[in-house]
């Protein structure tokens, strides 16, 4: 692994307990895929104004 992300106990714990009853080896491989999933919605847009129209698509943010 290169680097580390902190995450609160509440989010971890759901975290935790969806890998779980997913059938994923580890949390941090639940959230690679989740996190793989999500980028592969906005890595084919051309430009940075396409992304965050995009992300507010997706309501990711207001």
Known sequence: MGSSIKLKKELLA????VAEAG??????????????KEMA??????SDAEIVRKLKGLGYID
């Open 14 to 17: 759901r975290v935790k307990k």
């Open 23 to 36: 059938g994923y080896s580890s949390p941090e491989e639940f959230i690679e895929h989740v996190l793989e």
């Open 41 to 46: 919605k906005l890595e084919d847009a051309q």
